[in-house]
């Protein structure tokens, strides 16, 4: 008898085989974790991120302001915080949007190819044509100018959830139209290999809706390569969000953003070199921990990986 059920390629890691004998990892995890729970308790801190004391302002770190103050007398631990908080949402949200559209494109191209195939990867050719950075930023520009003006119905209701999230919305639709490129080509070669494995003939042969093979037989032995593919959107927006609220294109103010206290910090980098340190730490040190985390994620998942130079530690 054929067997109908799928199996799946490599099991999930449990943590402590995933943190066995590898300090790297801990110490990344351990970060992670410690900007989540500073994120999430941000409004318990001592501070307000939002009040402005110009009497205390570019203060030095001290036992009042752990980190110190910026150019409007804002504790800098509170409006970090905040950052984070502002940081990790969109890169949750951008990230499953993205990955949602990769999954979509990518499925569709791999599981029906022909001239389905070559139209989505043309597609998907041509956006990578254009930098990731610059086209972002048209995409912000164009984004932030519509939803501002709200000058048609159609961009009311969008509108109002940009007014109420401070300019987040903006960010996630910029992020989600970037991102999910190479979550598309993974998927689609993941599709290509398993559309011609035994179970998924012997579901057709069966009866089963192509639907059905996608959902019960495909998509499912997909999941380690999709959380290989989320893994490189993270830092991605991460990065790509602190970019564009330097650039003024993100986040709008006062809300905090991570980008928007680095570009801060360059104005008076020479005579208070803490408002634009800090905050770079901060980032750059996400950044190592994520990308430390998702090269170990890629290596359980493809151990070829390990052999092109991925990270062990």
């Known amino acids: 008898m054929i067997m109908l059920q799928s199996t799946r390629r490599r099991a999930f890691p449990t943590l402590p085989v995933f943190l066995s004998n590898k300090p790297g990892r801990i110490v990344a995890l351990g970060f992670l974790v410690l900007i989540a729970v500073v994120a999430a308790s941000a409004s318990l801190l001592p501070h307000d991120a939002y009040r402005q004391d110009l009497i205390h302002r570019n203060s030095s770190p001290s036992l009042t302001h752990i980190l110190g103050t910026d150019e409007l007398g804002r504790d800098m631990l509170a409006r970090l915080a905040v950052g984070a908080r502002v940081s990790l949402i969109v890169a949750a949200t951008s990230t499953l949007a993205a990955v949602l559209i990769g999954i979509a494109v990518g499925a569709i191209a791999g599981y029906k190819r022909g001239w389905v195939d070559s139209l989505c990867m043309r597609f998907v050719d041509s956006m990578y044509a254009f930098p990731d950075t610059l086209f972002a930023i048209l995409i912000a520009g164009i984004v932030k100018g519509q939803l501002n003006q709200a000058s048609t119905v159609f961009f009311k209701p969008v509108a109002v ?30 599709v290509v290999i398993l559309r011609s494995a035994e179970y998924v003939a012997a579901a057709k042969l069966a009866g089963a809706t192509d639907a059905f093979v996608m959902w019960r037989h495909i998509l499912p032995n997909c999941l380690p390569v999709i959380i290989v593919a989320a893994t490189f959107v993270v830092p991605s927006a991460i990065l790509l969000e602190a970019g564009l609220s330097f650039l003024g294109v993100g986040v709008d103010p006062p809300t905090p953003s991570w980008g928007a206290m680095i570009a801060s910090g360059v104005r008076s980098m020479q005579s208070y070199p803490h408002l634009l340190i800090i905050p770079a730490i901060v980032v750059g040190l996400t950044l190592l921990s994520v990308n430390v985390i998702g090269d170990a994620l890629r290596e359980h998942f493809d151990p070829s990986f390990r052999s092109h130079g991925g990270a062990t530690s």
């Open 161 to 190: 959830l940009y007014n109420l999230s401070g300019g987040l919305f903006g960010v996630f639709l910029t992020l989600s139209f970037t991102s999910w490129l190479v979550c598309a080509r993974l998927v689609r070669a993941e």
